[in-house]
């Protein structure tokens, strides 16, 4: 089993920034794409940005040139900087990790509990 801990949610003004992290944590995996995806009120959860082993990456168009997503895959930490938010940022902001049990077939597709993000105007 891959536990995911994210931090860094928050209240922030318009324009502002955050950061957010999530550290896997377990036994004998590897991950191949670690994502952020969010779910506002009344909204089914979508994608926000996701970044593969190799550092690909694929952002919503929403976000694109404000949010930048990094990772450590020695650490199997992911971060997502948050730029210039808006108040349609506002969600809960979940993790996302992908991949295999090392030495196995069996793969993984673990999410974090998720942190709240508000964006006030």
């Known amino acids: 089993q891959v536990q995911l801990v994210e931090s860094g949610g928050g209240l922030v003004q318009a324009g502002g920034s955050l950061r957010l992290s999530c550290a896997a944590s377990g036994s004998s995996f590897s991950i191949n794409a670690m994502g952020w995806y969010c779910q506002a009120p009344g909204r089914e959860r979508e994608l926000v940005a996701v970044?593969?082993?190799?550092?690909?990456?694929k952002y919503a168009d929403s976000v694109k040139g404000r949010f930048t997503i990094s990772r450590d895959n020695a650490k199997n930490t992911v971060d997502l900087q948050m730029n210039s938010l808006k108040p349609e940022d506002t969600a809960v902001y979940y993790c996302?990790?992908?991949?295999?049990?090392?030495?196995?077939?069996?793969?993984?597709?673990?999410w974090g509990q998720g942190t709240q993000v508000t964006v006030s105007s």
């Open positions: 970044i593969r082993r190799g550092g690909s990456t």
């Open positions: 996302n990790a992908q991949g295999y049990f090392s030495g196995s077939y069996y793969s993984f597709d673990s």
